[in-house]
């Protein structure tokens, strides 16, 4: 069973990031942080899967959450980081 949570804690977040090839900067603790400071709400949630009641971290997603002109939208640049291979 897949859950999601919110990631408090900076290196299990760049330790899971830097696990993958294909990651991009967009999805840095830091881009977030940055993001944060232009007064946008900033989240970084983890994708669990809790088999046999042992939680594994399966993917990360940053999301913003922008607020523009064109209306307010959530925001998730370059993923999230997922093993897509995976069913």
Known sequence: ???????????TWESFVASYPDKTFTQAWAWGQFNAQTENNVFYLGIY??????????????????????????????????DWSSP
């Open 49 to 82: 899967n809790s088999k046999f009641k042992i939680q594994n971290l399966e993917g990360v997603a940053l999301i913003i959450k922008v607020k523009a002109r064109r209306g307010t939208f959530l925001f998730c640049p370059h993923g999230p980081l997922l």
């Open 1 to 11: 069973m897949l859950n999601i949570q919110e990631i408090h804690d900076r290196q």
